[in-house]
């Protein structure tokens, strides 16, 4: 069941056509390219961004570029693309699945969600994230009243019941949040919550919270499924 999914992160993360999402208006594509870093031009193309009107609806992939965080490097380089989307006002989705990132990682990416204003989609599957690092990029949405996020995709990483149950809590009740992404975690397979016949503990703690599960997927939604 891991390897399919892990086959369905990487297709999302080529990307591929998702269902339920726009295509995209201006798609960047540096998925699977070796790459050791973001390119400066890159980097630099989203900080002079700042206006929405400039380059509206940039879709950037940086997914499959597995050495993008590695060794020191990696810190440094997911630290200069954190600040860089800090003001940016035009990136609306983001991919950086199976980019090796880990929890430390996530922490530097939830800096620029704390700031950011224009990303709605963010997708970090088939990364070795728990939920420690998921929590760390919900709680920063949740601080940013200017936040737009509206999907995140964490297939396909080690995020436990615990933690996805915690991540259930953190989600604003009336933030624009709606769509979030679990399959292949830990958490799928993991032992049926009490009181809660068939639920997991996860699917448990997100109905509590008023979300609903996908009946195909592992993926929870607000305001979208009867």
Known sequence: QRSRARAMAAEEGAGAPRPGLPEPRDHVDLSGRGLRAVPEAMLADLRNHRSCHAHPGLTLNLSRNSGLWEADAGAKGLAELAEALEGNKSLKELYLNETGMTDKHAELLSEALAKNASLEVLSLQSNRLTGLGALALLSAAERNPRSK???????????????????AMAVPPDGPLHHITLWGNPCEEEHPAAGSPGATVAVAAFRARGWSKDPRTFTFNRNSFT
């Open 149 to 167: 996020l509206a999907q995140l995709h964490l297939g396909v990483n080690a995020i436990s019941a615990e933690g996805a149950a915690a991540m």
